[in-house]
């Protein structure tokens, strides 16, 4: 389930080079959106419409989506359009703590595994064991 109808057309995304979890992904009605698997698997971080003087979405074709190098407050990100522009963004709340590959492994992970609603996985939750 997501918040906004996703009719249309994604036309790229890029995992983020610094969260295992998260990509960034582009639409054919300009939108950009930040997801973090690990945050929330069903709802992006971050919807974002571009908008005009008038304050109206602008619905120009986004193409492709970057990350930029990490920045010392923020994390950049970068989108083209289907009339040639790029766009430059500052992601303020998203910044990427340093964590070791395992931690990045353990996160992903983490973030893709499935929930197990069996019987014996929930009297071990509430005996507060690991469930694996």
Known sequence: MSNYPLKSQVNDIEWSP??????????????????????????????????????????????????????????IILSGNLEGEVDVYRSKGLEHVEVTDQDQQKRLLSALSKDDFTSDAKDKKADGEDVE
């Open 18 to 75: 610094y969260t295992s979890s998260r990509f960034a992904s582009v639409t054919n009605d300009g939108r950009i959106e930040i997801w973090d698997l690990y945050e929330d698997p069903l709802n992006p971080l971050i919807t974002h419409f571009d908008e005009g003087p008038d304050k109206e979405p602008i619905k120009t074709p986004k193409t492709i989506v970057r990350f930029g190098p990490p920045g010392p407050s923020s994390q």
